[in-house]
């Protein structure tokens, strides 16, 4: 069922917290098995499936609501009760695009052959936002047609995952409504004189003395039930309505009120926290993160202890000195200490904004290693330096000539830190870098800063100008794959901040999605062999994604072949 999204945890918090499941069973309630493929659209020429005559445009005559979803009853219902967002409700339902009234899904097509179609049954919270709203305005037995807006369904552009995009219509008939065990929120949603405080500003309160004196650790994992609210008492969510509690590793909850909070509960207590912003999501976040302080009922129905993984092997080539740096190490202001190992050419160094290319072997100080660009089907990093993975090989790099090798000591202020990024290597770290080639960035062109007045523009603002012409005709479509080199410059300041050129590295991406609207758009225009410089909005770029370069893009695209 293509409408279903997928819950990291049972759909907690909309899928905000994110915490990892641990040893459940993916097909217990409120956690949904991943959706299967949606069978193959019918043929067109099915009457059973085919579009309405309606389907590209909203008609006149239709409803609408603040939020833009908008439909039309096509067949009444009975009784006056409507599901809430946390009901279960089950439904039949056809689904096409606006754009071309393609099908694309319905609970009226058999699954598999041989396989009667059924209707589908969900929660409202774990569908699209356009059902959710949609589907609060029925009645038993009712059927409507809705046309939904991409913002309220998967967006307005292809997606690498194939899910329709742009306006969606639905026929949806519902058949019928369990209402859910929903949990009053709580009368003090301040915390009250007599909580418990800590430290950090985390209050609570216990509501049920647990059993026994132990309390879990961080690296525990904890059964929990819970029911949160924010602070104008709307739910969050609750265990209570998946019927089952979650499972979770203490230490890899996202926001730190919990991760304190559990350790604070012995089994079998229930305690009501008073998590303030600072210890929760913060007072400002993404559309669909909850902010500001939060209540949280939880109880601990059990918790078990992991097994600490051995100690990883030493590996053969650590060098000998890897726990610390020796006393003839250089040292700089930031604690990086080097040393070299093999002497380079001339006396220029790179620097910060150059193009880098080195082979490295790396060592945690107990010498198990972190990885090598010289093992097996490895090769060289190739980067700006400014965009190194951590700031020791940024400042470090620095300090080298081209042919030089170098063993650095790197704490782990300067790499990934203490407390670690997922995959990420934790503590100080140590690393011999061989500089095979450095290069400084590539210049601007003039026109860097604004498209100039013959480039061609269009709709969406993206100005561009053919700087070779090509050799094809075909053009890319949608569904074409394009394989290009690129380089790409800031218009503000005409800094470069990526190139496929000086990596010597050819990019191939997917049309249907995965690059930013520009190059979707852009690249639609080129013809093989042909070359042109983009001028690309922030708003068809990256703006607003962090560590992303911002405003106007400049970049020079050549396309070497489209298709596979």
Do not use: C
Not at 6 to 12: E, V
């Amino acid at each position: 069922m293509t409408i279903r999204t997928r819950w990291a945890l049972t759909g907690i918090l909309s899928g905000a917290l994110g915490l990892t499941a641990v040893a459940q069973d993916p097909a217990t309630p409120g956690k949904e098995k991943e959706a299967e493929p949606a069978a193959p659209a019918a043929p067109k020429e099915d009457p059973a499936f085919k579009a309405p005559a309606d389907v590209a445009a909203v008609p006149a005559d239709a409803q609408k609501t603040e939020s833009g979803l908008a439909f039309k009853i096509l067949k009444a219902g009975e009784g006056k009760e409507k599901p809430s967002k946390w009901d279960k409700v089950k439904v039949d339902y056809t689904g096409w695009q606006s754009s071309d009234g393609k099908m694309f899904d319905s609970s009226l097509k058999a699954r598999r052959p041989g396989q009667a179609p059924e209707p589908a049954e969900f929660a409202l919270f774990q569908v699209i936002p356009g059902w959710t709203e949609g589907l609060q305005l029925m009645v038993a037995g009712e059927k409507r047609r809705f046309w939904i807006p991409g913002e309220m369904a998967y967006g307005n552009e292809p997606s690498p995952q194939g899910r329709p995009f742009g306006m969606l219509v639905f026929d949806v008939e519902l058949h019928s409504f369990t209402k859910s065990n929903v949990p009053d929120a709580p009368k003090e949603l301040t915390a009250p004189a007599d909580a418990e405080k800590t430290e950090s500003g985390l209050a609570s309160k216990i509501l049920e003395a647990g059993t026994g004196k132990e309390k879990p650790a961080a690296s525990d994992v904890a059964t929990v039930n819970f029911s949160g609210w924010k602070k104008d008492g709307d739910l969050l969510h609750s265990t209570i309505i998946d019927g089952q509690p979650s499972q979770i590793k203490i230490d890899q909850v996202p926001i730190k009120g919990w991760t304190e909070a559990l350790q604070l509960m012995v089994k079998g207590e229930k305690r009501r926290f008073w998590i303030p912003a600072a210890l929760a999501f913060g007072n400002e976040g993404p559309e669909g993160t909850p902010t500001g302080d939060l209540i949280f009922d939880m109880e601990l129905v059990d918790f078990k202890s992991t097994p600490k993984p051995p100690p990883a092997p030493k590996a053969p080539d650590a060098p000998a000195d890897v726990a610390a740096a020796p006393d003839d190490a250089s040292k700089t202001d930031s604690g990086l200490a080097s040393k070299v190992l093999k002497a380079g050419e001339g006396t220029a160094t790179p620097g910060e904004d150059d193009f880098v290319k080195f082979d490295f072997s790396g060592w945690k100080t107990d010498g198990s290693s972190v990885g090598s660009s010289k093992m097996p089907n490895g090769r060289p990093m190739a980067m700006p330096l400014s965009k190194a993975p951590i700031k020791g090989w940024t400042e470090g790099i620095q300090l080298m000539k081209k042919g030089e090798t170098r063993r650095f000591w790197i704490p782990a202020a300067l790499g990934f830190g203490n407390a670690g990024q997922p995959g990420a290597p934790t503590g100080d770290l140590v690393f011999d870098i061989e500089l095979l080639e450095f290069s400084a960035p590539i210049s601007a062109p003039d026109d860097v800063a604004a498209a100039p007045a013959d480039a061609e523009k269009t709709e969406s603002g993206l100005a561009s100008k053919v700087l070779k012409k090509g050799t094809g005709e075909k053009k890319a479509t949608a569904t074409d794959s394009v394989t290009v080199h690129y380089t790409g410059w800031r218009a503000e300041d005409g800094k470069m901040f990526d190139s496929s050129v000086q990596r010597g590295e050819p990019f191939t991406f997917s049309l249907r999605g995965g690059v930013i609207q520009g190059w979707l758009e852009g690249a639609k225009l080129m013809v093989e062999g042909e070359k042109r410089r983009f001028w690309i909005p922030g708003n068809l770029a990256y703006d607003g994604q962090d560590g992303r370069p911002q405003g106007v893009l400049v970049f020079d695209i050549e396309v070497l072949k489209i298709g596979q």
